[in-house]
């Protein structure tokens, strides 16, 4: 039977306009990837056994999402070694649960205008990562988290802040990252605002990897 995924974008403050963007990429790249793909927005969703998913995505989700069993759920799920993937404002959600704050790694601070800049690929040994040059030209937010990640999660790739205007974490800057803490896999990408991300070729493969990953397809 072939892996199924719960893409999942409830919002309850900002909504990004790219969100069905990056349910059409997700769900093509899924089925190229030999994987079914479910999208939903709603939180019952969650208040079931969530074992069939071989792993959960936010997409761009913001606020409050989930409900208090919702929230139980999915993390029995993780526990169960059930994997997960974070894109852009899933960064932005479940503010005051600490239990989330841990699955992905940061949280959302603030981000400058919508411009172009680049990122450093720090770890090309991973199939989110294994086809992007050293230096990856790039337009999008460029988020700021409250802390940096590192220490705790793998690192992929970090911002340039010299490459655009307004950064405000400095030289320690991830934006993409993976870890095996509490459970399945975890990736999360904080790029994927706009929706010419999801027709970019390397975006796209750059989420395919964190599919394969947090599927356990990655060879």
Known sequence: MSPRLLIYTRTTAYRHASIPAGVTALRELAAGSGCSADATEDPAAFEQDLSAYAAIIFLSTSGDVLTPAGREALRAHRSAGGGFIGVHAAACTEYDWPYYGELLGARFARHPAYQPGRLTVEDRAHPATEHLPATWEFTDEWYDFRASPRGAVRVLASADETSYE??????????????????????????????????????????????????????
């Open 166 to 219: 307004g950064g405000g974490m400095g030289a320690d800057h991830p934006l993409v990252w993976c870890h095996e803490n509490e459970g399945g896999p975890m990736f999360y990408t904080a790029l994927g605002h706009a929706d010419e991300a999801y027709a970019d070729p390397d975006f796209r493969a750059h989420l395919l990897g964190g599919l394969r990953y947090v599927t356990g397809r990655a060879q």
